[in-house]
């Protein structure tokens, strides 16, 4: 069964400073990998995706993701986080040639401070 | 364009009491999600549709949740009678299929979420 852990409930980073948050997974296959935000009291945005090919990913909003399939992670990245980006983070998998049951992480919830 | 819209975004019940929450999903998507998000648990699939047809149930709690598909633009789901630990907030989310519309993988898998039904059962 798949399956989607994040290791980090919660984060606290400075506005303008670098932010990594981790998510590792569990899948039999090349899975597709998912990253949503949820703003509060909103619904889930996708930051971005990866189904194949280059393992670095480009998404919304200047974030970005990595996967590495030797460690089984996707972890999330942007270089200067902002004010606005404080949100909760869901890092999801999805089986290959599908997106049904697509399944997700706990969520990290990120707080920035001045 | 209009995204997912879910009704009601509040909702408080007494127990007992039935509740109908609402989904229209984006025109011309072919699949339609319920989750069912807690502090507890997480995010949870209830139960999804592909071109109306309920295609996996097997996260609906109990046989006091069904859901609906009656058309490609509505959705209900229902629980009858209601209970305190229902409170939560359920999600409606829709995709398109891009193996249908031929449009590649780059459509594949994204969800797009309504902005939830907030569902308070006293």
């Known amino acids: 069964a798949q399956s989607v852990t994040q290791p980090d409930i919660h984060i606290t980073v400075s506005e303008g400073a670098s932010l990594e948050l981790r998510c590792n997974y569990s899948?039999?296959?090349?899975?597709?990998l998912f990253w949503y935000v949820q703003s509060p009291g909103q619904g889930l945005q996708l930051l971005l995706k990866y189904f194949s090919g280059d393992t670095l990913v480009q998404g919304i909003k200047g974030f970005e993701a990595e996967f590495k399939r030797s460690q089984s992670s996707f972890n999330l990245r942007k270089p200067s986080v902002h004010w606005s980006d404080a949100a909760e983070y869901f890092c999801a998998v999805g089986p290959s040639g599908g997106y049904q049951k697509v399944t997700f992480g706990t969520g990290t919830k990120l707080q920035v401070i001045p | 364009d209009a995204g997912v819209i879910q009704s009601p975004r509040h909702e408080v019940t007494e127990m007992g009491q039935e509740v109908t929450l609402r989904c229209k999903p984006i025109s011309g998507h072919d699949y339609l999600f319920w989750y069912r998000q807690t502090m507890m648990r997480g995010l949870e699939l209830l139960i999804y549709f592909n071109n109306n047809v309920p295609i996996d149930d097997s996260g609906m709690p109990e046989d006091r949740f069904s859901a609906k598909m009656p058309n490609a633009s509505f959705s209900t789901l229902k629980i009858q009678p209601s209970e305190p630990r229902d409170s939560a907030v359920y999600f409606c989310a829709s995709s398109l299929d891009s193996r249908k519309s031929g449009t590649g993988a780059a459509n594949t898998g994204e969800l797009f979420f309504g902005e939830g039904s907030r569902l308070t059962v006293l």
């Open positions: 899948y039999g296959a090349t899975p597709y």
